[in-house]
Nanobody
């Protein structure tokens, strides 16, 4: 069983930056692929980015490519999401998730076994 706790959300102006963190406990963090999803009010949870167990492979949604960067520090049991050039449409609750299994492009909610409680990101125009 893996527990995930996100932090770093907040209110930022358009064009600004935030860095989210997600720290794990209770499992073999380095064996999991990690992902970030987001959910805006009235919308479905959507894929943002993911990273494989070693950090050597990353995937991004087209909407964030070139602006967001995912990274991980297995020694610190933490995955990060650096968000630059933020837009009002990036406003959402951001969730981190852990997925078992192989190294592949996993973009669906059902491909992740463990979820954090989410952190709110609000981008003002």
């Amino acid at each position: 069983q893996v527990q995930l706790v996100e932090s770093g959300g907040g209110l930022v102006q358009a064009g600004g930056s935030l860095r989210l963190s997600c720290t794990a406990s209770g499992g073999m963090f380095s064996s999991y692929a990690m992902g970030w999803f987001r959910q805006a009010p009235g919308k479905e949870r959507e894929f943002v980015t993911s990273i494989n167990w070693s950090g050597s492979t990353t995937y991004y949604a087209d909407s964030v490519k070139g602006r967001f960067t995912i990274s991980r520090d297995n020694a610190r049991l933490t995955v990060y999401l650096q968000m630059n050039s933020l837009k009002p449409e990036d406003t959402a609750v951001y969730y981190c998730a852990a997925g078992r299994g192989g190294d592949y492009d996993r973009r669906f909610v059902y491909e992740y076994a463990y979820w954090g409680q989410g952190t709110q990101v609000t981008v003002s125009s």
